[in-house]
């Protein structure tokens, strides 16, 4: 069973500088944690590696970047690029013989039938252990590459970042639509989905994507690891989860989550896979970050809610003038700025309501979603949304970018000298990092 081990001391890492090296295990793109992390490593004088998913070819076969794809990734990174296809998942992999992919199973499936259709579970096996065969072959070959650009002595931090594994059926849009956006009529439950085939398909492409990829890593580095071991080097491994977050309810910082988390399964698989390697003296460790709006949790209405209570954490933390600043943007954004003292009072509501008091259960995450709660969750975001000035500046998305900020320094410093295989990374730990950063 997991424990919740939030990160209540910041540490001053002495590890990583100049002469060490920074290795993605993951494309860089757009808005996300990995940025944080890489501009620590640049400004820590790393050398920076990076990966890349690859492409997909006319046919649906992988290819590396070609130049000009190359280039633009390695000036987005700051670094050099191995570039071996490193997609993960067996939605588009097939066995030697061929035949359909999963993905083609899966978009034979109808919105009216889905979820009594049935999927040939021989066939997904066998495409999944392509898949993995592929994969795990593919991050052989790119540890190989990297370790010719890694001097003796040095040390070298693995970053984990791969995550998702969505089955691309169409079926599935629609069926997203009504778990994460539906209420009233339009509602549909979430166990409905994972008591299906095309659930249970998903929960299996997820585990290898966002948790199998970790472990594949740590095997496929295994010689790398050992050998910069003997040359006094040390190594660590971090990777990003998700498993719900401190923020300040009622006074205190408090556990809470967002459900239904399809994903969540996946994150506990990643999080197994740190403590396996921990006990084995591998420094793994899975840091389990606040919620932010991105480009891919925007398809989760209500995700975003926790994050306005940081602003009372600014306060109690002691972000001085900054913290206030950060007020005073925020009511700027508002069409009515003497409202966002009831904005997170309504948010101190809604998360002491019975409704949601019953989904702040640790030991039961992550949990279905029911209608009272996309009922409450869905109306009081859009509430919120409706009192801004602009839905496209909201407050959720200027305190996104400080939650990034906070955490690539976060996760960089713990790395060096980790205190468990999983941590928490909760609103006092971004407000005082925060505090830290803009101090003076």
């Known amino acids: 069973m997991s424990a919740l081990v939030p990160l209540r001391t910041l540490s001053r890492q002495s590890l990583f500088g100049a002469g060490d090296v920074f290795v993605l295990f993951g494309e860089l793109f757009g808005r996300g944690y990995a940025n944080g992390l890489v501009a620590q490593a640049r400004a820590a004088g790393m050398t ?5 998913v690859g492409r997909r070819a006319p046919d649906g076969s992988l290819r590396p970047l070609d130049d000009e794809e190359l280039a633009a990734a390695e000036a987005n990174l700051g670094g050099r690029i191995v570039n071996i296809p490193l997609m993960a998942g067996f939605d588009l992999d097939t066995p030697a013989d061929g035949g359909p992919t999963v993905t083609e199973l899966a978009g034979a499936l109808t919105l009216k039938t889905w979820q009594e259709d049935k999927l040939d579970w021989d066939r997904i096996a066998a495409c999944r252990a392509a898949g993995v065969a592929r994969f795990n072959a593919s991050a052989a070959e790119a540890v190989r590459r990297i370790e010719a650009l890694i001097p003796p002595g040095a040390n070298v931090f693995f970053a984990h970042t791969m995550a998702g594994g969505l089955i691309k059926a169409k079926v599935f849009l629609a069926i997203a639509n009504r778990i994460y956006k539906g209420r009233g009529e ?7 989905l994972l008591d299906s085939d095309l659930g249970k398909l998903n929960l299996m492409n ?9 472990a594949a890593l740590i095997a496929a ?6 050998r910069i071991e003997r040359e006094g080097g040390q190594v660590r491994y971090t990777a990003y989860g998700y498993h719900g977050t401190e923020i300040l309810i009622d006074g205190q910082y408090q556990w809470q989550t967002y459900t239904n988390y399809t994903q969540g399964y996946a994150k506990k698989r990643l999080e197994d896979i740190a403590r396996a390697a921990w006990d084995k003296g591998v420094k793994a460790v899975v840091f389990n970050c606040p919620e932010i709006r991105t480009n891919s949790s925007d398809i989760f209405v209500g995700i975003e809610l926790s994050l306005i209570p940081l602003l009372n954490a600014y306060r109690r933390e ?25 904005i997170l009072a309504r948010l101190d509501t809604y998360n002491t309501s019975e409704t949601m008091r019953r989904f702040r259960d640790f030991d039961a995450w992550p949990m279905d979603n029911t209608p009272a709660l996309a009922q409450m969750m869905i109306s009081t975001a859009e509430e919120i949304t409706a009192q801004h000035k602009s839905r496209h500046e909201l407050i959720t998305e200027r305190l996104s970018t400080h939650v990034l900020e906070a955490t690539g ?28 950063l803009h101090a003076g």
């Open 318 to 342: 002691g972000c001085a003038a900054w913290g206030e600043a950060q007020w005073a943007a925020s009511r700027a954004l508002l069409t009515d700025p003497a409202a966002l003292d009831g």
């Open 206 to 214: 997820f585990e290898e994507v966002t948790g199998n990829t970790f």
């Open 186 to 192: 339009r509602f549909m439950s979430s166990r409905a």
């Open 409 to 436: 320094p976060l996760i960089f410093n713990e790395a060096a000298e980790p205190a468990a295989p999983v941590l928490w990374l909760g609103h006092d730990a971004v407000a005082r990092k925060m505090a830290a």
């Open 48 to 52: 920076v590696i990076g990966t890349t």
């Open 221 to 226: 580095s295994a010689a790398l690891r050992e």
